[in-house]
């Protein structure tokens, strides 16, 4: 099993900075893609952004490309979300979700383990 916790969210006005960390635990984060997701009251499970098992690679959703940046830290087993330039309607729960497979993706059913989530919140 993976257990997957995620920290660093809170209330912080537009324009503000955030960075978010998933720390995991048991079974190794260590050669999965890793991917953030979000979702807001009433809404779906929108992707953010997914990393390779490396770092090497990176895909961002097109409304966060440019102000978020995804990094991890397989030394610590921990991925990041650095999150800058936030506006109200990035105001979500924010998920990390560890891929079943090598590689990367967008979609939800691509990860298996999925952390309890944290709350970000923008005010204008």
């Known amino acids: 099993q993976v257990q997957l916790v995620e920290s660093g969210g809170g209330l912080v006005q537009a324009g503000g900075s955030l960075r978010l960390s998933c720390a995991a635990s048991?079974?190794?984060?260590?050669?999965?893609?890793m991917g953030w997701f979000r979702q807001a009251p009433g809404k779906e499970r929108d992707f953010v952004a997914a990393i390779t098992g490396s770092g090497g690679s990176t895909l961002y959703a097109d409304s966060v490309k440019g102000r978020f940046t995804i990094s991890r830290d397989n030394a610590k087993n921990t991925v990041y979300l650095q999150m800058n330039s936030l506006k109200p309607e990035d105001t979500a729960v924010y998920y990390c979700?560890?891929?079943?497979?090598?590689?990367?993706?967008?979609?939800?059913?691509?990860?298996?383990?999925w952390g309890q989530g944290t709350q970000v919140t923008v005010s204008s």
């Open positions: 979700a560890r891929r079943t497979t090598y590689g990367m993706g967008s979609a939800p059913h691509e990860y298996g383990y």
């Open positions: 048991g079974r190794t984060v260590y050669g999965y893609g």
